[in-house]
T-cell receptor, first 112, second 110 residues
Framework: SAVISQKPSRDICQRGTSLTIQCQVD?????MFWYRQQPGQSLTLIAT?????????ESGFVIDKFPISRPNLTFSTLTVSNMSPEDSSIYLC?????????FGEGSWLTVV | QKEVEQNSGPLSVPEGAIASLNCTYS??????FFWYRQYSGKSPELIMF????GDKEDGRFTAQLNKASQYVSLLIRDSQPSDSATYLC??????????FGTGTRLQVFP
């Protein structure tokens, strides 16, 4: 299975700042995804990171708030912009590898 | 109606028993079905996936899919305290996008 590394694993952020999360995969993958898991909630897809084109965002998520880059087939970044306490969540990078979908270890963000 | 529904639990079972976790989904076009386990403070870990009607077994785990009833379940045999976690059901239609249920918390007591 694909090995997915995320950085940072955990951070405490000030309100109004932005943070970029990195996702590195040990093999080339076509599909990369970003999910959010708010405290006590399940996972919600933010967007699909497309290599060579703009990300595809789900309803309720916009590029200005969550800009995404996908410069190649093994790497993607998600930026959480102008953070508020409501953005305190786990952000998870996910990839499809064969028939299955795997998750990274997650980036645990707390906004104060 | 939620797209993927699970009983939030907690489901409490004694050690050695069979734990049965259930999930229903609303989109009849759903094609792929996944079960993830999530320990507190950790990211989801894939347990099994299933595409075809019927049962699929992997060690102590059995996934069951009934597309006519829009129902997928996970059975855990010989439950262990280490199985105590939240189990997430996820469904994919015709893309790689996963729609998750809210998860069922399982507690296995000695």
């Amino acid at each position: 299975s694909a090995v997915i590394s995320q950085k940072p694993s955990r951070d405490i952020c000030q309100r109004g700042t932005s943070l970029t999360i990195q996702c590195q995969v040990d093999s080339q993958v076509t599909m990369m995804f970003w999910y959010r898991q708010q405290p006590g909630q399940s996972l919600t897809l933010i967007a699909t990171a497309n290599q060579g084109s703009e990300a595809t965002y789900e309803s309720g998520f916009v590029i200005d708030k969550f800009p995404i880059s996908r410069p190649n087939l093994t790497f993607s970044t998600l930026t959480v912009s102008n953070m508020s306490p409501e953005d305190s969540s786990i952000y998870l990078c996910s990839v499809r590898d064969g028939n299955t979908i795997y998750f990274g270890e997650g980036s645990w963000l707390t906004v104060v | 109606q939620k797209e993927v529904e699970q009983n939030s639990g907690p489901l409490s079972v004694p050690e050695g028993a069979i734990a049965s976790l259930n999930c229903t989904y609303s989109d009849r076009g759903s094609q792929s079905f996944f079960w993830y386990r999530q320990y507190s403070g950790k990211s989801p870990e894939l347990i099994m996936f299933i595409y075809s009607n019927g049962d699929k077994e992997d060690g102590r785990f059995t996934a069951q899919l009934n597309k006519a009833s829009q129902y997928v379940s996970l059975l855990i045999r010989d439950s262990q305290p280490s199985d105590s976690a939240t189990y997430l059901c996820a469904v994919s239609v015709n893309t790689d996008k996963l729609i998750f249920g809210t998860g069922t918390r399982l507690q296995v007591f000695p």
